[in-house]
């Protein structure tokens, strides 16, 4: 229960870690086989930026349809003015990249890959009536999903090459607690229904029951029947709340961080997260150092890396590179005279609030998602 979604299992999330982070795949054919940019040209254009580029609404529409497929989430951020202005700006910086890199053949491997995402992605569709009919409704098509995968991921692709060894060393070194492998038991007094996100009991209520299970173990109790009777974690209250030999990386921030520093062999205190209050004891905890890292650990921090690289481009060159936004206003207008959300900026940037920014790019909240 206290796990992070392993979100690099299956193809359909590998392209949310794309989006956010990178997969090595590519489109079948030469850049300039592959079609035009979906929907350039058809419609309204919605914004302008270095060296005539465009962007038409016909086209962002492809494009969030294409994004909400593989992340639903993006609906909810597109409802929201800010967020959707946001979102066509990233979509910029990224056709600004990919044009820079030019024609470049793909390899077999990235045939492949994109081949199997493609299907898996026409199978995911077709087995849900509500998801196709809006890929449908917005014309999205075959070569529109390949472009749009293609584009994005040669563009992580390309960001991941640029980074070294010496600065996966330095942000392993950083990090390094995420690496070590930990032993421990728990038990979950849950907060929240994790199958509806409806509140299951109360902050206080879960922290006095934790607080006495903590009593009951620190008096001698047996961690294999407390957790049968009162752990609400399924994935091990029946074998005593017991991890065995898990990467601390592998778990929400607040598990992890008492993973790491709880003293070894002693019930801590209750730790609050996201699933309510954990009663924790750390059996055994061991380092590994860099040289021991697997092949993925060490593709993982690259990934990283690339993608704090993309963030600083969205945040810093971007904005002078995008000279006019043109979205649809808001039906309802904003109070106040704070943001001009959706509306037309020329002359330079949008006036967009960057702690509003979608990132993308980011990876940090991926690693809280949960099983």
């Given at each position: 229960?206290?796990?992070?979604?392993?979100?690099?299992?299956?193809?359909?999330?590998?392209?949310?870690?794309?989006?956010?982070?990178?997969?090595?795949?590519?489109?079948?054919?030469?850049?300039?086989?592959?079609?035009?940019?979906?929907?350039?040209?058809?419609?309204?254009?919605?914004?302008?930026?270095?060296?005539?580029?465009?962007?038409?609404?016909?086209?962002?529409?492809?494009?969030?349809?294409?994004?909400?497929?593989?992340?639903?989430?993006?609906?909810?951020?597109?409802?929201?003015?800010?967020?959707?202005?946001?979102?066509?700006?990233?979509?910029?910086?990224?056709?600004?990249?990919?044009?820079?890199?030019?024609?470049?053949?793909?390899?077999?491997?990235?045939?492949?890959?994109?081949?199997?995402?493609?299907?898996?992605?026409?199978?995911?569709?077709?087995?849900?009536?509500?998801?196709?009919?809006?890929?449908?409704?917005?014309?999205?098509?075959?070569?529109?999903?390949?472009?749009?995968?293609?584009?994005?991921?040669?563009?992580?692709?390309?960001?991941?090459?640029?980074?070294?060894?010496?600065?996966?060393?330095?942000?392993?070194?950083?990090?390094?607690?995420?690496?070590?492998?930990?032993?421990?038991?728990?038990?979950?007094?849950?907060?929240?229904?994790?199958?509806?996100?409806?509140?299951?009991?109360?902050?206080?209520?879960?922290?006095?029951?934790?607080?006495?299970?903590?009593?009951?173990?620190?008096?001698?109790?047996?961690?294999?029947?407390?957790?049968?009777?009162?752990?609400?974690?399924?994935?091990?209250?029946?074998?005593?709340?017991?991890?065995?030999?898990?990467?601390?990386?592998?778990?929400?921030?607040?598990?992890?961080?008492?993973?790491?520093?709880?003293?070894?062999?002693?019930?801590?205190?209750?730790?609050?997260?996201?699933?309510?209050?954990?009663?924790?004891?750390?059996?055994?905890?061991?380092?590994?150092?860099?040289?021991?890292?697997?092949?993925?650990?060490?593709?993982?921090?690259?990934?990283?890396?690339?993608?704090?690289?993309?963030?600083?481009?969205?945040?810093?060159?971007?904005?002078?590179?995008?000279?006019?936004?043109?979205l649809p206003k808001a039906e309802t207008p904003a109070t106040g005279s704070g943001t001009n959300a959706g509306g037309t900026n020329s002359?330079?940037?949008?006036?967009?609030?960057?702690?509003?920014?979608?990132?993308?790019?980011?990876?940090?909240?991926?690693?809280?998602?949960?099983?």
């Open positions: 229960m206290p796990r992070t979604k392993n979100w690099r299992k299956a193809t359909l999330l590998i392209l949310a870690g794309v989006l956010a982070i990178t997969l090595m795949a590519g489109c079948g054919k030469k850049k300039e086989e592959s079609g035009a940019v979906p929907g350039a040209g058809e419609g309204k254009t919605i914004a302008t930026y270095t060296d005539g580029g465009t962007v038409t609404d016909k086209e962002f529409k492809l494009y969030s349809t294409f994004f909400g497929v593989v992340q639903p989430q993006t609906e909810m951020y597109l409802s929201i003015p800010q967020l959707q202005e946001q979102f066509l700006r990233e979509y910029i910086g990224y056709k600004i990249l990919y044009k820079k890199l030019g024609d470049k053949k793909q390899t077999d491997e990235e045939k492949k890959n994109v081949d199997t995402f493609y299907t898996q992605l026409k199978q995911s569709v077709d087995a849900d009536a509500t998801t196709k009919k809006k890929v449908d409704d917005a014309g999205l098509k075959e070569s529109d999903i390949r472009y749009f995968f293609t584009m994005i991921s040669t563009i992580m692709k390309d960001q991941e090459s640029k980074i070294t060894d010496d600065q996966v060393k330095k942000q392993y070194d950083a990090t390094k607690d995420d690496y070590n492998v930990v032993t421990v038991r728990h038990v979950l007094i849950s907060t929240v229904d994790t199958t509806t996100g409806a509140e299951k009991r109360k902050d206080a209520e879960a922290l006095k029951i934790a607080k006495d299970v903590k009593a009951q173990l620190d008096a001698g109790g047996d961690w294999t029947a407390i957790a049968k009777k009162y752990s609400e974690d399924p994935g091990s209250k029946d074998n005593g709340g017991l991890y065995e030999n898990q990467p601390a990386k592998s778990w929400v921030a607040e598990f992890k961080d008492a993973a790491n520093k709880q003293p070894i062999g002693k019930v801590g205190d209750p730790v609050k997260t996201q699933y309510g209050y954990h009663v924790m004891k750390v059996e055994k905890r061991t380092p590994t150092a860099f040289d021991k890292l697997t092949a993925d650990d060490k593709t993982e921090i690259k990934s990283s890396l690339a993608s704090t690289n993309m963030n600083k481009f969205m945040t810093d060159e971007l904005p002078k590179l995008i000279t006019k936004i043109d002359g330079g940037t949008t006036n967009t609030n960057k702690d509003a920014n979608t990132n993308t790019n980011t990876n940090a909240d991926k690693k809280t998602e949960t099983k």
